[in-house]
Structures are given as structure tokens and as C-alpha cells.
């Protein structure tokens, strides 16, 4: 049974920093795509960030290009989400997300199949 359990979320100031950690259990980094969600209140689901974990190759939408960081660990099987410059729109919850179904958009939520129970991210101006 594929697990996937999100933390470091928290709430800092505008400019500030936060490092998110997905641990999986049940599925193995290195052989698929993962991924960080975000949701905030009231409005849909977004892809921040996506990296193909066979290759290490990251991928980011265009709202956190420069600002956010998706690495690997595939010792420890987590993959992690460096946030810096934070702005209160990035106030939201997020999520890890793993199984992607390979048949559209890397960022995508419909081509992930597991998901985290989220982490939430308050940023104040």
C-alpha cells in the first residue's frame, strides 16, 4: 500500500523560507515521476512542481520558477520541495503526489494517482 506523508509546513513572513519533506512508503523514489500540489482555500488544485526521479529532472509551473526548489533523496525514499521569497499567495496546502499515469501534463493532479494528506503553508505579508 503506496503511503505518502507530507511535513514541514508551517507559517512564516513574506520573504521567508520553508522546506517540505515527502515520505513514501509502499513505492519507490527513482522509478516515476513525483510531485508537489498545492490548494488554496476556495480555488482548485495547482501543480508547483514535478520531477522525474529516474533522471532528476525537475520541472516548475511558472508561478514559483526561480523561487522553489523539487529535489530527490532515494536513499531515505523522499522527495522534497525547497520554498524561498515566499509571497502570500503561496499560502495554501500541499501536497505530495506520486503514481503518475504517463498519458498527460507533469503537472497535471489528474495524471497523479497517490496522494498526501497535505501540509499547510500560511505565508503573511
Known amino acids: 500500500q503506496v503511503q505518502l506523508v507530507e511535513s514541514g509546513g508551517g507559517s512564516v513572513q513574506a520573504g521567508g523560507s520553508l522546506r517540505l519533506s515527502c515520505a513514501a512508503s509502499g513505492y519507490t523514489v527513482g522509478t516515476n515521476y513525483m510531485a508537489w500540489f498545492r490548494q488554496p482555500p476556495g480555488k482548485e488544485r495547482e501543480g508547483v512542481a514535478t520531477i522525474d526521479t529516474r533522471r532528476s529532472l525537475p520541472y516548475y509551473s511558472t508561478s514559483v520558477s526561480g523561487r522553489f526548489t523539487i529535489s530527490q533523496d532515494n536513499a531515505k525514499n523522499m522527495v522534497y520541495l525547497q520554498m524561498n521569497s515566499l509571497k502570500p499567495e503561496d499560502t495554501a496546502m500541499y501536497y505530495c503526489?506520486?503514481?503518475?499515469?504517463?498519458?498527460?501534463?507533469?503537472?497535471?493532479?489528474?495524471?497523479?494517482?497517490?496522494w498526501g494528506q497535505g501540509t499547510q503553508v500560511t505565508v503573511s505579508s
Open positions: 503526489a506520486a503514481g503518475f499515469r504517463g498519458s498527460g501534463a507533469v503537472l497535471s493532479p489528474r495524471q497523479y494517482a497517490y
